[in-house]
């Protein structure tokens, strides 16, 4: 099975932008679909953007034209590149694998936190 762990989560002024890591081990990210999932405090969790095995990227309404997700195979790492950043994209942001085909998520990592200020 695969490990996920996320990086790059900080503080960042209102317009800035952030680079979030999702570092897998244990087996190839290309093995299974991927997510980016964020929570805010008193929120439920929220799907942000993912690609699966058709190929296709998708993004959240609320994130579409200012984040990217991207990969990088040879470092068996997906990335979350957020532009523009917001005071409501506050959040414990986690990547998430499930098996293709399948409709959970089953993999998680800790989380990273990202917060934006005015």
């Known amino acids: 099975q695969v490990q996920l762990a996320e990086s790059g989560g900080g503080l960042v002024q209102a317009g800035g932008s952030l680079r979030l890591s999702c570092a897998a081990s244990?087996?190839?990210?290309?093995?299974?679909?991927m997510g980016w999932f964020r929570q805010a405090p008193g929120k439920e969790r929220e799907f942000v953007g993912g690609?699966?095995?058709?190929?296709?990227?998708v993004y959240a309404n609320s994130v579409k034209g200012r984040f990217t997700i991207s990969k990088d195979y040879t470092k068996n790492t997906v990335y979350l590149q957020m532009n523009s950043l917001k005071l409501e994209d506050t959040a414990v942001y986690s990547c998430a694998a499930k098996s293709k085909g399948t409709l959970n998520y089953v993999y998680w990592g800790q989380g990273t936190q990202v917060t934006v200020s005015s």
């Open positions: 690609f699966w095995s058709a190929g296709s990227t």
């Open positions: 244990g087996r190839t990210f290309s093995d299974y679909d």
